[in-house]
Structures are given as structure tokens and as C-alpha cells.
């Protein structure tokens, strides 16, 4: 319990900086939002000059871009890679912290088994990403109230929940990369690096036709339009989240219980 509430304590100024800057980003697209509804034909008109593979990429309907959903929905993919670059970047520093801080020796000669190290870090991880999540949603949903527009709750929240869903994804990714290190010097280009890669790809995948491709980057394992449409989550997208995070998640104890850790 001491481990779990030391890093919570330690990471405190950090959740809050990056609450504060999604939801300062969905503030401003909130902003707009006004003079785009004023004016939804010159704006769906504008976008529909787009080739259909740049509106596939930036997740653009012009169906429903002139409701507060359909253009939040359009908006949202830039929130999911702040909130995608906050989560990889917590996996990554989570468990290298001590070897590259020199406090490992101070660690791991504790009465506590590596099992229980790993467990406590997770859980606080996951207690900052929950935080993050539901200050995130409750902002917003006041932003959204001041609009005075009407939208499914229902649909907002789902929208909003896949935030949490992308980012328990690369959580895992950088628990599971970070245990393969010995030593990171640097946690943030990496994490920079594995989230703008997998970002870059989803937007390549997004103008092509398989929906297998779209298994490669967790990006788009969330359809808005489709979440929009049927109320719901795809199935297969989202076991395959689930499987990701259990599989890393489980190969993180295995490879941290293993490895040999220096403390300089």
C-alpha cells in the first residue's frame, strides 16, 4: 500500500498536467463548434472537396459532422493520441523508474516479492488513467451542456469511454517494453515514437478496405461511426484490446521476475 500510494503521490503533477491539456483541446474544438453548426452546408461542402481517403483518415462523416457528436467524433482522435502518448508514456517510466533514478537496490531489498512491486505500479497506473478519464468526462460534459445542443448521453459517454479502452491498450504496451529494457536513459521519445507509429499507421489504414488491417494499430479499433450508429462496440476490435492488454500485461511479471535490474 505504501508503494501504490508513493506512486500516486509522484505522479500527481503529471495526471494533472495532461487532464488539463485534453480538456483544455476539447475546449477549443468545443469553441468552434458554434460557427460550424451556423454554417453546416459551406462546411460540408468544403469537406466534401477532401478526397475520401484524407476524410477516411481524420475520421471525418459528412453525414453527421454538423451534430455535436458527429464532430466531436471527428475531434475525439486527437484527444485519444494525447491520451495514448500519457498512458504509453506512464507504462514505459512505471517499472524503469528506479534503474533510472538508482533507487532499484533501495527497492527491491524490501521484504516484497517482484510480483508485488509490478502489482502495485499497475495499480496505480490504472488508478491515474481512471482519474484521468473521469475528470476528462465530467469537463467535457459540462463544455457540451454550455452549447445547448442537443445529443445522446448514451452515445457521448461510449465515445468518451473508448478514451479509457485505447488507453489500458498502450499501458500495457509499455509495461511489457519496459520490462524488456534494462536501462532507458529516455522515456518520453519512446513512448513519442511507439504512439505516433501506430498513430501514422492507423491513418494509412483508414483509406484502404480490410477491416483486418485495421487490427494493427489499436487506433482504430474503435470506430466512432460505428459506435454512433449501433450503440455498441465491435466484438472482435474489442477482445482483441482485451487480449493485448492481458497477454503484455502477464508478460510484464514474467519478464520483470526475471531480469536483472542496476541500480547504476
Keep these: 500500500m505504501n508503494m501504490y500510494l508513493h506512486e500516486l503521490k509522484s505522479l500527481r503533477k503529471s495526471t494533472l498536467l495532461w487532464t488539463c491539456v485534453m480538456i483544455a483541446l476539447a475546449a477549443l474544438y468545443f469553441s468552434i463548434y458554434p460557427s460550424i453548426a451556423a454554417d453546416a452546408a459551406d462546411f460540408k461542402h468544403l469537406l466534401s472537396g477532401y478526397p475520401a481517403s484524407v476524410r477516411a483518415a481524420l475520421g471525418i462523416s459528412l453525414d453527421n459532422i454538423a451534430t455535436l457528436l458527429g464532430f466531436y467524433a471527428m475531434v475525439f482522435s486527437f484527444i485519444t493520441l494525447f491520451g495514448a502518448i500519457q498512458a504509453m508514456n506512464l507504462g514505459v517510466s512505471i517499472l524503469s523508474k528506479e534503474a533510472r533514478e538508482r533507487t532499484a537496490d533501495f527497492l527491491l531489498v524490501k521484504p516484497v516479492s517482484r510480483q508485488a512491486i509490478v502489482s502495485a505500479k499497475l495499480l496505480a497506473a490504472l488508478t491515474i488513467l481512471l482519474i484521468t478519464n473521469i475528470c476528462y468526462y465530467l469537463a467535457v460534459s459540462v463544455l457540451a451542456s454550455f452549447l445547448k445542443t442537443a445529443y445522446s448521453v448514451k452515445l457521448f459517454f461510449l465515445i468518451n469511454l473508448t478514451l479509457l479502452f485505447i488507453q489500458l491498450i498502450f499501458l500495457a504496451i509499455g509495461l511489457v517494453i519496459s520490462a524488456f529494457f534494462t536501462r532507458l536513459k529516455a522515456v518520453l521519445p ?52 482485451a487480449v493485448i492488454v492481458v497477454l503484455a500485461v502477464a508478460a510484464s511479471y514474467v519478464i520483470y521476475a526475471q531480469k536483472d535490474i542496476h541500480a547504476v
Excluded: C, H
Excluded at 450503440?231 to 472482435?236: D, H, K, R
Design 190 to 241: 519512446l513512448s513519442l515514437g511507439v504512439v505516433f507509429g501506430f498513430y501514422l499507421i492507423g491513418a494509412l489504414i483508414a483509406t484502404g478496405r480490410s477491416q483486418w488491417e485495421r487490427f494493427i494499430s489499436p487506433f482504430k479499433y474503435f470506430d466512432l461511426t460505428y459506435i454512433m450508429k449501433n450503440a455498441g462496440f465491435e466484438m472482435s476490435y474489442l477482445i482483441t484490446g
